[in-house]
């Protein structure tokens, strides 16, 4: 059973020449399976920082987080890399497809990463892209796809080692008004669907709808605006 993600009083310090520029004050969170929780707030607020310290990509400076019940803030480097793998699903602002890949084959890559390709994994990769739309399009690459089409594999791609976390940074920053809600709408279908704890980074008021809970981030001190 998946038992989400938590964030204990993190702060997290940048040294910049001779001061230190506190990044993130003391944030705390916890996201249920099942949940999408967006994160507002201006830029140079600390959006980022906190979602790479929630994906495991940074350390903090101070607290801790807590991934399906495993309480990951201070092993080393190796082992965080084998829990990003398998525990996070990342959807970037820009899809992040590999160029010279087909959209079954970016799938199929991730799975690669963490061990062999089985028939079976591959039946699974198809199945998913089937569900998210894509199944017409298995074979095309990066730039035969459009904006929505290039996210929606992103989405995909991310549920690829069925992690139990859902991270997302400005999915729909490139994206016009219709796509935006589809995308945002398809994240939050899976999320439930599929009991996922996620976090979405936005600037966009109108992917407000889709989320169970949202928090602002004002110079690194996070608050909840809507239950
Ligand atoms: N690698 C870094 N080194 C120094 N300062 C950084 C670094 N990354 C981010 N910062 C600073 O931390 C603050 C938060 O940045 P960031 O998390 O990127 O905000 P956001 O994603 O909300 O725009 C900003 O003041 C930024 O300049
Ligand atoms: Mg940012």
New binding site residues.
Partial sequence: MNKGLQLRNISKY?D?GSHR?A?LDRVSISVAPGELVAVI??????????LSIAGALLQASEGEVELNGQNITKLPDKQLSAIRLKEIGFIMQSSNLVPYLNVLDQLLLVKKMSGKVTAKDKAWAVKLLEDLGMGAKLQRFPEELSGGEKQRTAIARSLVNDPNVILADEPTASLDTKRAHEVVSLIEKEVKARQKAAIM?THDERMLEYCNHVYR?ED?KMSLVRL
């Fill in positions: 940048y910049e520029v990044a707030g201006p830029s140079g607020s600390g959006k980022s920082t906190f980074v981030m690194g």
